[in-house]
C-alpha cells in the first residue's frame, strides 16, 4: 500500500514511519523546486487552517500561514491564544477542539502544557498538528531540520549531530534526537548536567543501539561532528530567575569555536537566538540557521497537504 498521512496528526516524531517521513521530505523538495521555478500551487483552495498560538512565535507560525496561502489556501488566526481566546473563560483544549473542526480544515497549536497538542487532536476530527507543546515535543521543527541536513550535507546517515544547550527544556532536540536516531546518525549532547536530555529519551536510544556520547564541554564535540546544532536555555521553563542566569551564558559559539571544527561542519540552531552563536558566525558559510528557518515553508506545504490528502 502506498505511504499516506492522510488524516494523520503530526503530534510526535516517535508517531512517523521512515517511509512517512521520507514522503514528507520528497513532498516538500517537490514544492521547494515548483516554488523555485515561478510556478503557483493551489493544493490548499478553498480550505482553511486554523492556528492556534498559546505562547509566542515569529517561525513556526509566520511560515505554516505563509505555507497554506502559498497553497491557495486560506487560514484564521490566533496569537495570544491564552489571553485573546475563550482559553481565558476556562474553555479546555478539548472543547476547542470541537470549534476547530467546525471552522477550519486543518489546524496548528502551540501551548505551552505538554501533552495540550494530543488534547486538541482528541477534541477534532480535522487533523492537528503541534506548533510545540511546552517543554515536549516541536515535531514539524524537526521534519524542516531533517530537510535543512539533507540540503546541507547531502544525507543523513553516518553524520555525527551534536544538539547543544538546554536539552533538558528544549523540545526541538527532544523531537530531533528521536527523528534523526532512526537514520544512522551518532549524537553528542553538549549541556550542563543539569540540563541533560531527559533520560525517557537517552533511554530509548540507548535501548535502540544509537551511539551517544554526553558531555559537557563543547569543545569535545566540535572537532568531530558534521552539524553543531545549538538551543538556547529556554529562561520561560525556569522556576527560579537564579538557576536561569546561571547557564544562561553556558555556550557561545564564536569564531574561535568554528575555527576547531570538522571540515564543512553546519551550524543550525531552530532560533530565536539570544547569545549563543555571536552574530560574526553568521558570515562562515556553514552558518545554516537562517537558511534553515526558510526551510519551513516547504516542509509546512508538505505537511498540510499530506495530511488534508490534497497533495
Ligand atoms: C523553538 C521553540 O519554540 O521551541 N522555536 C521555533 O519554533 N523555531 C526554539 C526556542 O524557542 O528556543
Known amino acids: 500500500m502506498a505511504t499516506s498521512l492522510k488524516n494523520k496528526d503530526i503530534i510526535n516524531t516517535k508517531e512517523l514511519s521512515v517511509e512517512e517521513i521520507n514522503l514528507i521530505m520528497e513532498t516538500a523538495a ?9 510556478g503557483r500551487l493551489l493544493n490548499m483552495a478553498g480550505k482553511v487552517l ?31 491564544a491564552t489571553t485573546s481566546s475563550s482559553a481565558k473563560k476556562g474553555e479546555t483544549v478539548f472543547d476547542t477542539g470541537k470549534m476547530v473542526q467546525a471552522y477550519s480544515d486543518i489546524a496548528v497549536i502551540r501551548h505551552p502544557v505538554v501533552g495540550s497538542a494530543q488534547e486538541l487532536a482528541d477534541g477534532s476530527d480535522v487533523p492537528v498538528i503541534n506548533g510545540g507543546d511546552g517543554a515536549g515535543q516541536h515535531p514539524t521543527q524537526s521534519l524542516l531540520d531533517m530537510y535543512t541536513i539533507l540540503k546541507e550535507k547531502g544525507k ?20 530531533l534526537s528521536l527523528l534523526l536516531s532512526r537514520f544512522g546518525v551518532k549524537f553528542y549532547f553538549v549541556s550542563p548536567k543539569a540540563l541533560a536530555m531527559p533520560s525517557e529519551i537517552t533511554d530509548e536510544l540507548r535501548a535502540n543501539d544509537v551511539d551517544i556520547t554526553e558531555t559537557e564541554d563543547m569543545l569535545d564535540a566540535v572537532p568531530n561532528c558534521d552539524v553543531l546544532y545549538m538551543t538556547r536555555i529556554q529562561g520561560e521553563r525556569f522556576d527560579d530567575p ?9 555556550y557561545i559559539v564564536t569564531m574561535n569555536t568554528v575555527q576547531a571544527a570538522k571540515e564543512g561542519m553546519i551550524v543550525m540552531h531552530p532560533l530565536p537566538r539570544v547569545n ?28 498540510l497537504t499530506l495530511v488534508t490528502g490534497q497533495e
Open 156 to 175: 543523513i546517515e553516518g553524520l555525527t549531530i551534536a544538539l547543544a544547550g538546554d536539552l533538558r527544556n528544549g523540545r526541538t532536540v527532544h523531537s
Open 30 to 38: 517537490k514544492y521547494e523546486r515548483i516554488m523555485d521555478e515561478g
Open 276 to 303: 549563543e552563536i555571536a552574530v560574526d558566525v553568521d558570515m562562515y558559510g556553514g552558518a545554516a540557521y537562517f537558511r534553515q528557518a526558510a526551510n519551513g515553508v516547504p516542509v509546512r506545504m508538505a505537511l
Open 242 to 250: 537564579a538557576e536561569y542566569e546561571k547557564y544562561c551564558n553556558a
Open 50 to 80: 486554523c492556528t492556534f498560538f498559546y505562547e509566542p512565535s515569529t517561525r513556526t507560525r509566520l511560515s505554516f500561514e505563509t505555507a497554506m496561502l502559498r497553497l491557495g489556501g486560506q487560514v484564521v488566526s490566533v496569537a495570544a
